[in-house]
């Protein structure tokens, strides 16, 4: 998730972008109490029975989930169920998924797992370099700030590989 700190950890790393409006989007979970047994589930999850959102359920933000540490999520469904989110969030969202893929394949490329292509790749970075939300409102904070940075950091990775490369 590109939200998440990095760390060595490669299935569970991230890129430490900040969450912005993100964070404030609403989820759905059947168990955010932690005084209650059992995981949270998303509302359509087979361990619920297609049930679908029902009273009882829990209400959180995203913030909310990703300031506690005591949610127990359920590793099937995921534990949750994220209410519509706007435009905005939505472009943040996606535009955040492709930058994290970038540093994947960055990633990969070190570690020789796979070669990535570079001609492909630079030009991506060039288009994520000048992204802006759908809405810019609040948007130049330090939300702008970590972005510029991560395009740049993972710039600075490309033009490594491509020396590396030419070697």
Request: with cysteine; net charge neutral.
């Amino acid at each position: 998730m590109p939200f998440r700190p990095p760390s060595s950890d490669r299935w569970h790393s991230g890129i430490g972008l900040p969450l912005g409006i993100l964070g404030q989007a609403q989820l759905y979970t059947t168990n955010a109490g932690t005084r209650i047994e059992g995981k949270g589930h998303l509302p359509l999850c087979r361990r619920t029975r297609d049930r679908g959102v029902a009273a009882n359920d829990d209400l959180l933000t995203v913030s909310d989930l990703l300031a506690r540490d005591d949610f127990d999520l359920g590793s099937k469904c995921g534990g949750c169920a994220v209410r519509r989110l706007t435009d905005t969030q939505l472009s943040i969202y996606r535009a955040a998924h492709r930058l994290h893929d970038v540093t994947r394949q960055l990633d990969d490329e070190r570690t020789r797992r796979l070669s990535v292509d570079l001609d492909v790749v630079i030009p991506q970075l060039e288009e994520l370099a000048d992204w802006r939300p759908v809405e810019e409102e609040g948007w130049h904070t330090n939300d702008s700030w970590r972005w510029r940075e991560a395009v740049r950091d993972l710039r600075r990775k490309a033009e490594k590989v491509r020396r590396e490369n030419a070697l």
